[in-house]
């Protein structure tokens, strides 16, 4: 059950459009972090009093330590139009009409034309497969398609607007309930036709946004989506690549080498993707996707020339170099698909 607490805030740490990081003195007389989607809720200001839900730090989960405001009580309305009438966050207290490309495009193809999309399973792997593309084929015109697998504001991703500031992601699209891309799709099969056919993708990187949900089964994580991309990729006459998952920093056995959660989503999938496959990975089933062995490009420089740091749950590149080079042959076998090489 959601647990609420009431705090004032203190100061506004930081702001962009659409996200407020700002900090709350709780009642227990501990100054904590929250955030603040300004989009849904207004903007708050220091000495306001706010609602925060803080299940999720209650909980100890994964969420950077930081509460979520849901409401300003200081405010007692709030009106901001939205452009149409399809509500995304649907019968929630936060539903809101943020927009619907495909109203904007009814004449959206229903082909992706051949065009390349990497599936990913994990938010980190995007940050990893846009600056491989942006490394070695400069130029590429890349869009992000985030789905609504974890996280569902576009605007919590540090990493895309790090992404964006370098050129390494051009456009985005919210997908589902994902909301606050540069398009808003209602599918994931609308979000990728609008990423090539409006917002001019030549690679697409598909998958969610931070926070990915586990359980430590077999089906039981949001990971598994990868297997619906990679089939409505190939329903849509695109070129699907699956970003493999591996690790040799992990702990868990069943994320050493290639993660069980890339080799259920193939063995879910009806596609059969193409799968850039490192040395150290491990195998995949070939029945499942088709393996291509892909010497992977020096990833830590890399992203030490675009001064990016990455993590995966918390390791980055020194500490997991395996979960690094997967996620760059990923990135490394787009732009051959991409070449017609």
Known sequence: MPHFRTGTVTSVVSERAGLQRVEVLMPDGATARAYVLSDLLGTVAVGDEVVCNTTAVDLGLGTGGSHVVHWNLSRRELHLPGPDHVMKLRYTSLQSDVG??????????ASLGGAVVVATQVHSQVGVVAATIAAIRPGTRVVYVMTDGA???MVLSDLVVSLRDLGAIDATVSAGHAFGGDLEAVTVASALS??????????VIA?????VVGTGTELGTTAIEAAHIVDTVDALGGRAVMCLRA???DERSRHQGVSH???????????????????GAGDIDPAHGAAVHVEPPDIEAI?????????????DVTRDRLFFDAAAAAGALAVRELDGA
Do not use: F, K, N, W
Request: charged residues 20%; proline residues 6%; positive net charge.
């Open 207 to 211: 998958g969610m946004g931070p926070g």
């Open 303 to 315: 992203l030490d020339a675009a001064g990016l740091r990455i993590t995966t749950m918390g390791r």
């Open 151 to 153: 996280a569902l504001p």
């Open 194 to 203: 609008l990423a090539v056919h409006v917002a001019g993708a030549e690679v």
């Open 261 to 279: 959660h890339t080799q259920t989503a193939l063995r879910l999938a009806r596609s059969r993707p193409r799968v850039a496959v490192v040395e």
């Open 100 to 109: 619907t490309s495909e109203l904007l495009h009814r004449d959206l193809p």
């Open 247 to 249: 690790s040799s920093g």
